[in-house]
């Protein structure tokens, strides 16, 4: 089991930067492929990036690549989203999840994620 908080978000103007985190509770923390995911009003949830358990595997969505770096720190249980250049369609709620059978990978499925978090709301203003 594995429970998921995050924070970070708020109101950030065009080009501002905000860092988000993912922290976790769980025995099984350590093994897992972290996700994060955001979802803006009336759109589907869609993929930001992943990590895989270890952290030496990331994928990225094409539209934050070059913007977006996520990191994890396990003796912290915690996942981090450094997020620059933000621009207003980057507005939504942000996701972090987990897979807890990770075998290393990264997953960019929303459905391959085992437990979610809360989320936690990024606005940024043009």
């Known amino acids: 089991q594995v429970q998921l908080v995050e924070s970070g978000g708020g109101l950030v103007q065009a080009g501002g930067s905000l860092r988000l985190s993912c922290a976790a509770s769980g025995r099984t923390f350590g093994r897992s492929a972290i996700g994060w995911f955001r979802q803006a009003p009336g759109k589907e949830r869609d993929f930001v990036v992943s990590?895989?358990?270890?952290?030496?595997?990331?994928y990225y969505a094409d539209s934050v690549k070059g913007r977006f770096t996520v990191s994890r720190d396990n003796a912290k249980n915690t996942v981090y989203l450094q997020m620059n250049s933000l621009k207003p369609e980057d507005t939504a709620v942000y996701y972090c999840?987990?897979?807890?059978?990770?075998?290393?990978?990264?997953?960019?499925?929303?459905?391959?994620?085992?437990?979610w978090g809360q989320g936690t709301q990024v606005t940024v203003s043009s």
């Open positions: 999840a987990a897979r807890s059978s990770s075998y290393g990978g990264t997953y960019i499925r929303a459905n391959e994620y085992d437990y």
């Open positions: 990590i895989s358990w270890g952290g030496g595997s990331t």
